[in-house]
């Protein structure tokens, strides 16, 4: 046992002395609060199935990534996705917060929230959450009413257009 510790200790301690080369927070750019996010990296081929997300309590997350320029999606439930570009130097660490935009308001799904998604809401005003209505009820209480008005309207006027995005991380 004390042969193959010695054998094995000189590894283990070289990946835990290894520097954690990206990490951040993803947070609700309304809020603040950590948003449990996937993290994928575009055009890297992942051949067992790893995944990365960051965490649901703190929005913590870290990768170990060699030298090169990625482009990451970082993606959750209710919000809309958001890339960034990363260069990656070895044995340099970086600091890459994301802010994930909440997709909750954009009810007829055009990635952005304004007058049509108002209208559409209007038309379901005090009637219940199902069936045509149901992309209206924004708070899922079986209702159209106040406080999904109010989640429409933290919302109101953000957009993401997915292309001009991916563009602008490359």
């Known amino acids: 046992a004390r042969f193959e510790a010695a054998r094995v200790f000189p590894s283990l301690l070289a990946l835990l002395q290894r ?9 609700d750019a309304l809020t603040g609060t950590a ?3 996937t993290i994928t990296y575009l055009d890297v081929n992942v051949e067992n199935g790893q995944t990365n997300g960051s965490d649901e309590r703190w929005g913590r997350y870290h990768a ?7 482009v990451l999606e970082f993606a ?3 919000y809309f996705p958001q890339y960034r570009a990363v260069e990656v130097v070895s044995g340099i660490p970086q600091v890459m917060d994301v802010t994930m935009i909440p997709s909750a308001g954009d009810i007829n799904g055009d990635n952005r929230v304004d007058l049509a998604d108002f209208a559409a809401f209007a038309m379901c005003w005090h009637e219940s959450g199902n069936g045509a209505c149901s992309g209206s009820d924004l708070t899922k209480d079986g209702n159209v009413d106040l406080s999904d008005l109010r989640t429409l309207a933290d919302a109101w006027l953000l957009s993401f257009d997915s292309a001009s995005v991916i ?3 490359l």
């Open 19 to 27: 520097p954690i080369c990206l990490g951040g927070h993803v947070t």
């Open 76 to 78: 959750a439930d209710g």
């Open 167 to 169: 563009k602008a991380a």
């Open 64 to 70: 170990f990534m060699p030298s090169g320029t990625y």
């Open 35 to 37: 948003v449990a996010a």
